[in-house]
């Protein structure tokens, strides 16, 4: 959770909420202390409350708060930095450590900040002493950052940004790493850079995408891309760079003609990497120094060659403990199937290794399993845009027993040797499928009735080239990093 930023009190930052609204940190203190309102020792709201007698400014612009232990007493029990005190929403914050929707765009518009001092300034290394707020104010012609339809100042990102963020350099860390990469150098010698999130010329960036997306289901069958191909799986760039003008339309286009074809538009996204404009997907960097690594290159050097390596029911292989199975794969990933809502939206969530890879759609693995197996999920044939997920209904019963007979003892090396249900417990215990006390039956039944069709439709109780290839293009989809997805670097 977040703490009070010293260079805050040193440049009377003013608070964009809460009760001192447009007050300096200066004075919000003072006037807690005049109020006798509490403070709060710590990291979060848990923390010691304690009162403040006093704001000490002390040599170097350090400052301190005395404090008592009730409202009454003005005796001093302590003195503490104010960086010990947590940033209550008097200070207009409240806010911890990050990971929200709205901390995102926050993070990923500050960042865009950081970034174009260094290609906007004659900076080239960026410390705390040079990347204070007025520095950070004068890069809005340069920064156009958007959530939803409102663009970003400086000041209110600072203000609204995770203190942790802050207190741990996070921004400096990445800006200077990517200043210092090889992929800053067409960037350098530009007179602007300018740096884009969900601007109207990031817009048009993945308008290209759509368009080679719209050509590709009109003119092959099957189409290269799945369906739901997201545009993060085409490229996951939070923030793009670039030297064009900011209302160009056509970022990827050489003279007037845009690229309309999968491979063509990405080999446009390589070359003008090189030339005006780069994607960069932006993780928090931990307490070393950020990484910058390119993904999709030429020479597809990252490209994932991930092998099948079994599945199991469940995380343990008790049939009847979870709705949902496990693909395993020899790198220590894995994808979880199962259901999204109760008895629909059959779909892969990626887990262990490539957690944070999140989700592939029903239709998506389907496409995958339709190009290797040739045929769709449950079926016998190829169905392409067709396909849906097969609802569970009695007539079924029969088949899904058989299923679960045929796969039951056939999971992954390592998974005890499960009892076989007769077909009266297997339906007993079906009926009775609780989860947090409540009967879950009707979600039992249709996401493992769907995850049994999957495995039966891939022949999972063998291994080979086939299950291979799927574990490849299955993982490679969720890593962005298909055969058509685009080069970014990626800064960790």
Known sequence: MGQLLPKRFKENYKASNGIYKGQGYVQITNNKIKEKREFILGSNDKGQKVYGLELIKEKNDKFFISYANSKSSKKEVARQPVSKFFKDPDFGGGKGSGGGADDTAITESLQCYFLSILFNTSTDKLTNKNTELKVLQKQQEFCFTFDKTSRFKANELIEKCPEDWLQTEVFIKSANAIYNSPYAKPFKSASKVYFHRNSPYMKAVYENKKKAQDYDKKNNNPPLAPGSFNDDKWNPGDIWMSTKPTTDKKPFASGKEEPIEWIELREAVRSTADDHTLGISLKKVGSGS??????????????????????TFGM????????????????????????????????????????????????????????????????????????????????????????????????????????????????K????????????????????????????????????????????????????NTDISTFFIKVS
């Not at 999920?377 to 569970?392: A, D, F, H």
């Not at 996401?447 to 490679?476: C, H, N, P, W």
Request: aromatic content about 14%.
């Open 290 to 311: 950020a990484t910058i690594t390119p993904f999709n290159t030429r020479k597809r050097i990252h490209n994932n060659n991930t092998k099948f390596s079994g599945f």
């Open 429 to 480: 215990a079906a009926d009775n499928y609780t989860n947090k006390g409540r009967n879950r039956s009707q979600s039992f039944y249709f996401a493992k009735y769907m995850s049994l069709l999957f495995l039966e439709t891939i022949d999972a109780q063998t291994k080979g080239a086939k299950l291979d290839e799927l574990s490849r293009v299955i993982v490679r989809y969720a890593m962005s």
């Open 316 to 427: 343990t292989g008790d049939f009847f403990a979870s709705t949902d199975i496990y693909l395993h794969f020899n790198d220590g990933g894995s994808m979880q199937c199962r259901a999204s809502n109760v008895t629909s939206q059959w779909q892969g969530n990626m887990t262990g290794k490539y957690a944070y890879a999140g989700k592939i759609g029903g239709g998506n693995i389907n496409h995958y399993v339709e190009k290797i197996f040739k045929k769709s999920i449950g079926k016998v044939n190829i169905l392409g845009k067709n396909w849906k997920e097969t609802s569970y209904m009695n007539g079924n019963f029969e088949k899904m027993y058989r299923l679960y007979a045929k796969f039951i003892n056939k999971q992954k090396p390592g998974i005890e040797r499960q009892k076989v249900f007769s077909k009266e417990e297997f339906k």
